[in-house]
């Protein structure tokens, strides 16, 4: 099997396991609950004595800033495969 093939595979497997879930949001309440806790792990190591209040301002904002490089790494791979296409 080919990496289309593959993709294509997992994307019909992605849509299908949807289709079976009434309620995606307590699906995926874990994995959310689980990056918040991360976040906020790490504005206490940050700020060890800020407020609750103080604390769940800065892991919105590192949340933001983790996102961010996400979009930016992904920006730049686009960008390099793009400039690989170009030369070939």
Known sequence: MNPEQRS??????????WANTLD??????KARAAA?????RQARELH??????????VAGHLKSAHFSRMA???ARSRAAKAGQRTAA
Do not use: H
């Open 48 to 57: 060890p004595g800020a407020t609750d209040e103080q604390i769940a301002r």
């Open 36 to 40: 918040d806790g991360r976040f906020e």
């Open 24 to 29: 995606p949001t307590s699906r995926t309440a």
């Open 72 to 74: 930016l790494a992904s």
């Open 8 to 17: 294509l595979r997992a994307r019909l497997a992605v849509q299908t396991s």
